[in-house]
């Protein structure tokens, strides 16, 4: 069983830039791929970027690519997304996510433990 708490969400410019946090309890964190999607209002919760168990591969959603960043430093336990060059368009519930496979996915289906999210709002 893994618990996740997301951290770091809020208001920012179009521009601007935020840094997410995921926490994570238990020892297990370094065997797990770890995922962020986000959910905005009226529309289904999508992929935005994962990174395996070692931190040495990433994938992100089109949208969010040379924006975001995704890393991980598993002697803290935690998951980081750095979002720079903000859009209104970013505007969503961000969910954190931990997958005990050994390969990274975009598919929602494939993460067995989710945060309680984390909400970010892009102003124009």
């Known amino acids: 069983q893994v618990q996740l708490v997301e951290s770091g969400g809020g208001l920012v410019q179009a521009g601007g830039s935020l840094r997410l946090s995921c926490a994570a309890s238990?020892?297990?964190?370094?065997?797990?791929?770890m995922g962020w999607f986000r959910q905005a209002p009226g529309k289904e919760r999508e992929f935005v970027a994962a990174?395996?168990?070692?931190?040495?591969?990433?994938y992100y959603a089109d949208s969010v690519k040379g924006r975001f960043t995704i890393s991980r430093d598993n002697a803290k336990n935690t998951v980081y997304l750095q979002m720079n060059s903000l859009k209104p368009e970013d505007t969503a519930v961000y969910y954190c996510?931990?997958?005990?496979?050994?390969?990274?996915?975009?598919?929602?289906?494939?993460?067995?433990?989710w945060g309680q999210g984390t909400q970010v709002t892009v102003s124009s």
């Open positions: 990174i395996n168990r070692s931190g040495g591969s990433t």
């Open positions: 996510a931990a997958d005990s496979g050994h390969s990274i996915t975009v598919y929602q289906r494939g993460y067995d433990f």
């Open positions: 238990g020892r297990t964190f370094r065997t797990y791929v």
